[in-house]
């Protein structure tokens, strides 16, 4: 399938919108669905809205590398796509530059000065999640700016203030949003009147079509190109942010942010057959977890089995659990935390934890580790993929945890802040959002990054091919990703069918595999339950945005078919 060039519906736009224009008519609309783009020389973007596609695509055109790229897609979804896009929360970018180094940032948030251990739990030790979901208490310190200004200034090489101007004249400009964008609009609007007392995004009928107008952002986000991100931190939008939270006795304070910083780590890279996996370590648990899934698999003919195969589907699941109990007992912010990531992805490790697989039945959970979990709220993150034609190539997970975070706008700087501090354990034993576990490794403590299942990663083949690839969806980020690259490289599907194929989850617990809606095949799904699993129909899971680049520098995006608005761009 050939990919359209969407060079065009670019050029389309910038003669339709010259800076300033305040006509709501010739705001950009929304070009046909287009996940796939094939056969590109110079650069590829994939993400979740063709404007921030777009935005990446005109940075690469100017002379910019994947790096200066992503800074312009990543602020242009802060503006089209505010559910996950964002200033207000964090992320991780793995990066692979042309000379073979890689990198990996950490701009996840963090716990507040003045955040401790129990601060959602009442005087009985009862845990109060509403308070680590929704309004100020919930948001972590954010690192998303500090996040993408380090990028650039160890990567990048256009000048910073450029990047950021498509998002500024989006962002002023208005843009038009599709049925889905509408949808998901209406469907918080109680939240943005309950929790802000009213924002830009309330109180209309939200239809396909409208035009959104973030006047507030706009200058938010000049200001962050003035100073580098500076003011984010410590000026004007810092002082907005401050202000708002002694208000509303939220905890972030100017201290909080003036000593936020993005951290570079030491990207997880280990082998996979002969494959060169580079991903994100912690405080994010992706990494880890997505080695122990695949170097778990090596032992097993997967291959011959077959994609959708209940001996397949069994294994991974048997990996799954066990991946995800480590995740609970180990796994926490290495700054405070010792995480030990070596030996769980050693091979004696692995090969200790697949010696218990039993490739007929099912190990119980509760016989590998005791706990319990609850069900999966509405969630949203964002990722986003680049290759450019120099070589190098970025894969940035990035969130506000829920949608719209925890639906706090911030007055006058326009943007939500996430709530991320729930993705600390607020009590061991008590399920996040995702029914997710923790212990005290991922206990709060000020200043500390709460754990995350991110999983950011790109992959380098032996014939010098890279894939960058990762999702949103909280747990199921993990095995999102894993289940896509089996389909890649095991069963050797082209890259939009390895995203379409229909997936499966299991977390350790609960002690169920979550299915895609009609998937597996009725036998398999017999087969799966006489080994004693439990199978839960799930409407879809994940969102993968992926570029590949062939043995022959010839260029791919794919973006997931299962929501409307992801699109590939190539040039
Ligand atoms: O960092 C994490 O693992 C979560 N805060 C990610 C949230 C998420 O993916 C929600 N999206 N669908």
Redesign the pocket.
Known sequence: MKGIRYEVWFLFFAILIPSGCKNARSTPKTPPSKVYADGYDSGVVASVHHLASLAGIEVLKRGGNAVDASVATFFTLAVVFPR?GNIGGGGFAVVRMADGKSYALDFREKAPLAAHRDMYLDAKGNPHRENSMKGPLAAGVPGSVAGMAELHRRLGRLPWQDLLQKAIAIAENGHSISEDEAAVLMRFQDDFRVVNGGNIYLNRNWKKGDTIFHKDLAQTLKRIAQSYGQDFYSGITAQMLVSQMQKTKGLITAKDLAQYKAVWRKPLVFTWNELTVISMPPP?SGGVALAQLLKGTEKYDFASWGFGSAKSIHVMTELERRAFADRATYMGDPDFVKVPVEKLISPQYIASRTAGINLIARTPSLQIKEGRADTIES???THFSIADRYGNTVSITT?L??FFGNKVLVKGAGFFLNN?MD?FSVKPGVANQ?GLIGGEANSIAPGKRML???TPTIVVGRDSSILALGS????T?ITTVFQVMMNFYVWKMPLQKAIDAPRFHHQWLPDEINCEKGFPAISAADSLRKMGHTLKELLRLGRIDAVFRDSNRKLTGASDIRRSGDQAVGW
Request: hydrophobic content about 25%.
């Open positions: 996950a994010s969630v949203e993150t969130t945890n829920s991320e993705d995702f995350s299942s991110m949103p969806g909280g747990s980020i």
